[in-house]
Nanobody, 124 residues
Framework: QVQLVESGGGLVQAGGSLRLSCVAS????????MGWFRQAPGKEREIVAA????????YYADSVKGRFTIFRDNFKNTVSLQMKSLKPEDTAVYSC?????????????????WGQGTQVTVSS
């Protein structure tokens, strides 16, 4: 089992930036794809960004393309999400997750370990 702990959330004004980090511990995870998801009140969980095990393949939701960047450091067991030009509609709880396997995954069902999440609030 992999334990994931997110950090970096907070309150920011529209147009601002935040960097989320996710640190993994437990079983070896360096080959697994990773993803960032978010869930706003009253809405379903949605994928924000994903990265393959070797970092060579990336995915971004249309709503965040050009504003968010996902990257990983397998030596430090971390995956991060740099968020810029934040909008009020980005407000949500953001969670990182570990996928089954190395290939990039976009469906929540393809992920088997989840962090507790970190709140991101963007004020207008």
């Amino acid at each position: 089992q992999v334990q994931l702990v997110e950090s970096g959330g907070g309150l920011v004004q529209a147009g601002g930036s935040l960097r989320l980090s996710c640190v993994a511990s437990g079983r070896t995870w360096t080959d697994n794809a990773m993803g960032w998801f978010r869930q706003a009140p009253g809405k379903e969980r949605e994928i924000v960004a994903a990265i393959s095990g070797n970092g060579g393949s990336l995915y971004y939701a249309d709503s965040v393309k050009g504003r968010f960047t996902i990257f990983r450091d397998n030596f430090k067991n971390t995956v991060s999400l740099q968020m810029k030009s934040l909008k009020p509609e980005d407000t949500a709880v953001y969670s990182c997750a570990t996928a089954r396997g190395r290939m990039l995954r976009t469906r929540p069902d393809d992920y088997d370990s989840w962090g507790q999440g970190t709140q991101v609030t963007v004020s207008s």
